[in-house]
């Protein structure tokens, strides 16, 4: 059957492999590991396998069997480990499935230990699951660890910056405020420097000024603060007279709604009972279940917006402040959702943008001493929407209008 002519199904090649594994293990243990996993994740129908855990655990009993002594074992083993805790994260069994990120680590280490490379494969996902279940420090610690390994390595800062923000927030969960300003300073000056240089976006600069500005804030540093937000008016200022130097791909496009997440997570209260994703991570590393958690929450936050949205315009000092806040969650997830279907994001975040500043302006002048602030905060998350569409003179008028509302207009 194998050597017919003709393409072969996942399901005719597990068949096969099974039978042949018997006799020649060596040769066909890791290709029915790899069959198994194919089959599992429907590969070759689009349409993930019923059984698809049960798959994945055999394979994972399948690579466990192949001798030790040959070499693509350890390769085999730790890709069917992975895939096996992905899904089960996706059954909510993540106990489970952190166990398994725990030997892939441990794999990681010690193929580490025996080449001589710094940077320990698994080491990102373990900080994940640890920032999900709420083990800030340690999550701290491993983010640490691995920029440390992956910095002399000298990454582009394309490649560094999704890292860098993962590392700042578990720096922020973890309450070490210190090493997460320094680390967003470095961040701000890789960017600066790499757009000067001509080799990375403008537009990537001005996101984590702003994202740097915000930290500042919440740490007390408004003076500080208020000079990184006069960097990125000139940076903005200069952008909406020319535009980018050159046209850019879109494998940042996702960063600026990322760098959003982070300002909007103090107000975006996660549901009891589940895993917490780190504010301001890129979804990547996520378990499925924080994903579907995060991403399907969207849905239950505008059912409440909307039925708030009537008592607010009755009883404004009781519910306005609320919708705010609501509106603006619902915004951020919006935006994390649909900035990684790069093609969609403008047109399906539009309306919402435009309505939660429409939402800031009425509390703005109802309740002008705590609004105000507010409104200022929903200019900027409008503005950097705008700058990723590459709108940037209406991105310009929100931020200085913003910075009218902060007292920063000079």
Do not use: N
Not at 378 to 406: N, Q
């Amino acid at each position: 059957m194998l050597l017919a002519s003709g393409q072969r199904t996942a399901r005719e090649e597990v068949d096969a492999y099974r039978v042949l594994a018997q006799v020649s293990p060596a040769a066909y243990l890791p290709r029915l590991a790899a069959a198994l996993l194919r089959l599992g994740y429907g590969t070759d129908t689009g349409k993930k396998h019923a059984a698809c855990l049960a798959l994945c655990e055999e394979a994972v009993a399948v690579a466990r069997s192949i001798d030790p002594a040959e070499p693509t074992r350890e390769d085999v083993l730790y890709r069917a480990l992975d895939w096996c805790q992905r899904e089960l994260y996706v059954l909510d069994r993540g106990a489970e499935g952190f166990a398994l990120r725990a030997e892939m680590l441990a794999m990681g280490r010690a193929r580490a230990a025996r080449s001589g490379d710094p940077v320990v494969q698994g080491l990102r996902e373990w900080a994940a699951g640890l920032s999900e279940a709420g083990r800030y420090a340690e999550a701290a610690d491993a983010m640490s660890e691995l920029v440390a390994a992956v910095l002399p390595g000298g990454s582009r800062s394309a490649d560094l910056a999704p890292l860098f923000l993962e590392w700042i927030a578990a720096l922020h969960d973890a309450g070490r405020s210190g090493e997460a300003l320094a680390a967003f300073e470095t961040l701000v000056g890789r960017e600066g420097a790499e757009a000067a240089e001509e080799r990375g976006p403008s537009t990537s600069h001005l996101h984590v000024l702003i994202g740097h500005a915000h930290m500042l804030d919440i740490h007390g540093r408004g003076e500080q603060a208020a000079l990184v937000r006069q960097g990125a008016l000139a940076l903005l200022t200069q952008l909406a007279e020319s535009g980018e130097r050159q046209s850019w791909s879109g494998h940042r496009a996702s960063f600026w709604a990322v760098l959003l997440s982070y300002s909007g997570a103090e107000g975006d209260r996660p549901g009891p009972g589940g895993p917490r994703p780190p504010s301001g991570a890129a979804p990547l590393p996520w378990s499925s279940d924080a994903k579907r958690r995060y991403v399907d929450g969207r849905h239950a936050l505008r059912t409440e917006v909307d039925a708030l949205a009537p008592r607010a315009a009755e009883d404004p000092d009781r519910y306005l402040a609320e919708l705010v806040r609501l509106h603006r969650a619902l915004t951020v997830r919006s935006a994390v959702y649909w900035a990684q279907r790069t093609h969609l994001f403008a047109e399906r975040m539009r309306s919402l943008f435009d309505d939660g500043v429409d939402l800031a302006r009425r509390l703005s002048r109802h309740d002008p001493a705590g609004g105000t602030r507010i409104l200022a905060r929903v200019l900027i998350d409008r503005s950097i929407f705008h700058t990723a569409a590459h709108e940037f003179a209406p991105a310009l008028a929100d931020f200085r209008e913003a910075l009218g509302c902060l007292g920063e207009a000079g």
